[in-house]
């Protein structure tokens, strides 16, 4: 069974940083595409980085994805956050063998239960 368990989201002011964790357990994180997610009030999940370093047009430059294989767990490094980057962020991860990073969430195989980002103005 395999599960993804997402912490590090919080409150932060604006210009401020914040690192999500996604710890998988079941399987090892190299069987796995794993991206990053998230999803605004009233709109639909989004991509925003996956892979080693494939990102949004709107993060690039300021979130870095990253994975400790030792640890079995994905990153993602948020700087210079602004509020509309404020969402649930989602891990999920994608069998290696359906294929390589999808923008498309139906791709994914398995998500984690999603951490809350508030950035404030």
């Known amino acids: 069974q395999v599960q993804l368990v997402e912490s590090g989201g919080g409150l932060v002011q604006t210009g401020g940083s914040l690192r999500l964790s996604c710890a998988l357990s079941g399987r090892t994180v190299t069987n796995y595409v794993m991206s990053w997610f998230r999803q605004a009030p009233g709109k639909e999940r989004v991509f925003v980085a996956g892979g080693r370093t494939t990102y949004a047009d709107s993060v690039k430059g300021r979130f870095t994805i990253s994975r400790d294989i030792a640890k079995n767990t994905v990153y993602l490094q948020m700087n210079v956050l602004k509020p509309e980057d404020t969402a649930v962020y989602y891990c999920?991860?994608?069998?290696?063998?359906?294929?390589?990073?999808?923008?498309?969430?139906?791709?994914?195989?398995?998500w984690g239960q999603g951490t809350q980002v508030i950035v404030s103005a």
């Open positions: 999920a991860a994608r069998v290696y063998d359906r294929g390589g990073i999808s923008f498309d969430s139906g791709e994914y195989d398995y």
